[in-house]
């Protein structure tokens, strides 16, 4: 039998298909009084809002009932529909807003179909143009939220800025065509299952979603068998058409850029902005996308960053205490969901600027309990130390986990202050060879360790530091390589190993397609065996005092792994590429005139550079 909330939900639904032909700006319930742990509030969770296509968006809204008087509305869009997302606008009616969660196209009460990220830009703007028209609307609007939820807030302002609209606060906000589902170019597979989760049903397929052997044992299959990436599916048994059409867009062509910003589109952007992001979080890559953008095309942008040692999740809300086996300094203990509150009553109510915010640039250094802040990314660091791969044997032993989980010795090679445009490394990768992988940092899913997952590929360390120093911003440098085919991907990881030998991840990976590590708008594949260069512009930040004694690690590595593409270097559209397409195994030449800028905050070398 259905339950009660189940009939009622039907019943207005079918209300809906009635009514839908008539043109109506929406379908909405009368306020309902709720009185929750001792207040009371106006509640309607069943509201439509018709956009100017004519899809219904559903949204649902909480006032305090003893605030008569108009005010400014927070405003939470996602595709991720739970029950407790009325929470968050209960939330923002107890600190004396109008809280208001709205719904991707076809979630929750909508009837249309469910369409992630193509539709949000032009629905935002309406969901913000309909709340100016309600009469508790004092014509003032804050958005908030991470991941997807900080992309449909950039996405809101494409065409035009709404008039209302008065400040947004992305965290780790998603870049379609940027920073997911691809990095540089790398399809990476965990966007798989996230098209289930999201449109299997109008709330979340958490069943599916959360069904971490299926996705696991569906990947290695994959690997195995070594059928093409858009073929993922078909193993699957599932169709998967979201997941596919990304697939169709490999560069960041048209189909990416209608759907979000480009360019001169962050020109009109004068709103006060705070974005929120993490060391370790997936999302940084976005979040810095658009920072960096804003700052480029609007020389008057008033757009702050906040930035620790935080995960995906945690910067978003309430940081982990521990991430990953690193216990966090007690200052980068900040409850970000009520900082971010405090930037509403800032820009809404005339309160301070939070505290924490003393300049644009706001970033924890790990290991010295203190916040830094400056005024732009370029004065992060004061200076630079630039290092160059070397074939050289830095003399230091380490323990080394191999693909197949035994430990191991194993050696770094240097880092050193000299070049050699003639010398190199070689690193062979049999794509045909299924038993083993190049290996990433899924081998290593901790912080702090013991050992370094080395896997096929090469890792390369400085001489000791002969006291502290502060490493604080975004790696920078030049890979110079020649491979035997036209295309290849790689992750660079970054490291300190303390004097003990202990491994301290100090960021996630950067990886790229060497055919777009210069323009993800092109694809410019290589000539096999002629050395090129491959830029590394785009790492994500960190800050960390590397400690006396510590060394810098710098591992360099092809991909051959099931958690993302592997591509077979035919130069063909890597999706399409198979196990069919490995005749011959990838030979890259890693030279030693390739080179890394660290970022310090002085003028600061190892005590010998070998």
Known sequence: MKSIQSLKASFFLLLVALVSCNPIKEVQQEPRTVSREGKEYLVQDSVLISTRDGAKISALIVRSKAIEEPQPAILFHTIYTRKKDINRAYEAADKGYVGIVSYTRGKNLSPDEITPYVHEGKDVYDVIDWITE?????????????????????????????????????????????????????????????????????????VSYNNGKRWNDLYFEWYK?????????????TPNSGFNQKLEHPTFDEYWKNMTLYKADFSKINIPILSTTGYYDGGQFGTMHYLKSHYQFNTNAEHFLLIGPYSHFGAQELPEKNILGYTIDPVAQVNIKNLIFDWFD????????????????????????????????????????????????????????YNTGNLGVNEHFSLSDSSDATGYLEQEIDFADRSQFS?????????VSETLTVGQGFSFATAPFDEDVELSGAVRGVLNVSINKKDFDCNVLLYEQTADGTFFSLTLPFTTRASMAKDIENRNVLTPNKKTSIPIH????????????SRIVVLVNG????????????????????????????????????????PVAKSITPASVK
Do not use: C
């Open 538 to 549: 785009n790492f994500r930040m960190t800050s960390k005092i590397i400690k006396k004694g």
């Open 439 to 447: 290996w990433n940092l899924s081998g290593n899913p901790t912080i």
């Open 346 to 401: 800032y820009i809404f109510k005339g309160a301070h600027k939070p505290a924490l915010l003393k300049d644009k640039i706001n970033y924890q250094v790990m290991g010295s309990n203190r916040w830094k802040h400056v005024a732009s990314l370029d004065k992060i660091a004061t200076d630079t130390l630039k290092v160059y791969l070397s074939k050289q044997r830095s003399g230091v032993a380490f323990k080394s986990t």
């Open 225 to 237: 068998k070594g059928v093409a990436y858009k073929h993922l599916d078909s193993l699957d048994g």
């Open 134 to 206: 309600q009469e508790w609307s004092n014509n003032e609007v804050g958005m908030y939220g991470g991941s997807y939820v900080g992309f449909v807030q950039w996405a809101s302002m494409k065409e035009k800025v709404h008039p209302a609209l008065k400040t947004i606060v992305p965290s780790v906000a998603a870049a379609p065509g940027i920073a997911e589902p691809m990095e540089n170019g790398v399809y990476f597979n965990f966007h798989y299952p996230w098209w289930h989760y999201v449109t299997n049903n109008k709330t979340l397929d958490t």
């Open 559 to 598: 991909i051959k792994h099931p958690f993302s593409q592997i591509n077979y270097g035919t130069g063909k559209d890597v999706s399409e590429e198979t196990i069919k397409d490995a005749t011959t195994p990838l030979k890259i030449k890693w030279y030693t005139d390739s080179y890394i800028h660290f």
